[in-house]
């Protein structure tokens, strides 16, 4: 995986047209359509929220390798041929900056717990304990690569409403309760959690001047 930044904007649904894995690695050849009239080898393409690097591509498809790690931590190592993908493009410079920051480094995975239809939208509740401390009411969070909202916060999971643009233009309406998510928090809540030493359940500590001076904000 390399850095690159992404808004949670999905731009296409694509398919995995042929796999290769072994317990240690995988090569995915994914179709597409819409994205691919400025691929070159190297480019970086978010799948279902994951930075993958293009090492090969065609008029309609791309490949990308995966390694160990990223099988591990994410919902990758459950695809298929026939797998329905969410793609987004690594954001020119230029671009209009339409969702959040995303990194395409995902935090891990949440478990969808249910799934109810509320008038014309649908509400997802995510079990992810592990990474609740990353997870704040009003806050955002990327979802298999898509920009939410988070609705409500409750223990060890929480909550997003999804309009119908949201559901026809990616594959979460495809999605329910058991199915695994690959997840993202707040690229500067990270910062901001790490600066005050919450990380791993630490205690945290107060914010003073001399704390600022020392990491260059004053």
């Known amino acids: 995986m390399r850095g690159r930044m992404f808004t949670g904007i999905i731009e296409e649904v694509g398919k995995v047209l042929e796999m290769q894995k072994t317990a240690a690695e995988a090569r995915f050849k994914i179709g597409a359509a819409e994205i691919m009239d400025d691929v070159k080898r190297g480019d970086s393409i978010a799948v279902n929220g994951i930075c993958l690097t293009v090492t090969d591509f065609s008029a309609n ?9 990223t099988l591990m931590r994410s919902s990758i190592r459950g695809l298929g041929p026939g797998s329905r993908v969410n793609l987004e493009r690594a954001m020119p410079a230029d671009g209009r900056f339409g969702g959040h920051i995303v990194s395409g480094h995902i935090d891990g995975t949440g478990r969808i717990r249910d ?8 509400w997802y509740r995510v079990e992810a304990p592990e990474l609740m401390s990353g997870i704040i009411r009003k806050g955002s969070v990327a979802v298999d690569g898509i920009s939410l909202t988070v609705a409500d916060v409750s223990g060890d999971s929480f909550s997003v409403s999804v309009i119908p643009h949201t559901s026809g233009h990616t594959t979460l309406a495809e999605k329910g309760p058991g199915d695994i998510v690959n997840l993202e928090t707040d690229c500067i809540g990270k910062y901001v959690r790490h600066y005050l030493g919450t990380e791993d359940g630490g205690k945290g500590g107060a914010i003073t001047r001399e704390f600022l001076a020392a990491q260059g904000f004053l």
């Open 61 to 69: 498809s791309f490949c990308v390798d995966v390694m160990h790690e």
């Open 115 to 122: 799934v109810r239809r509320d008038g014309i939208a649908v």
